[in-house]
């Protein structure tokens, strides 16, 4: 299982949305490389779901229950399913994602508008420890 962090804007589609639906479909995604991310997440990997905007936390998690394909309204980009986990009992901010060593080269805080960022299996970590999974 390899996790990734999804950012959204809370106001367009938040973590309460795609919980309350159950599951979705993840789109809207347009760099190059949060693209050519998405197109290495496999059926059941773990995404952490991140608000951007004045938020800017990992607020919850969900599982991918599809790998990325053409966007049918888009063909150049893609779409992926999750389905929803759990809100975290507590969000992880980006200030501690930024004070974590193990984020230290991390594209979500080199390349804040990189939508999809992979995470070593330390940053799952510090996630949990941190949001009290």
Known sequence: MT?????????DYSFADLAKA??????GVR???ALRTMKEIAKGDRVFVYHTGSEKAVIGTATAT????A????????????KAGRALPKAVTLAQLKAAPAFADSPLVRMGRLSIV????????VIETLGGL
């Open 3 to 11: 996790d990734f962090i999804f950012k959204t804007e809370p106001s």
């Open 31 to 33: 760099n190059p490389v």
């Open 71 to 82: 966007d049918p309204r888009a063909p150049a980009l893609s779409v992926i399913d999750l």
């Open 22 to 27: 159950g599951s979705g479909t993840w789109d």
């Open 118 to 125: 992979r995470l070593s299996a330390e940053q799952a970590k």
């Open 66 to 69: 599809t790998v990325a394909r």
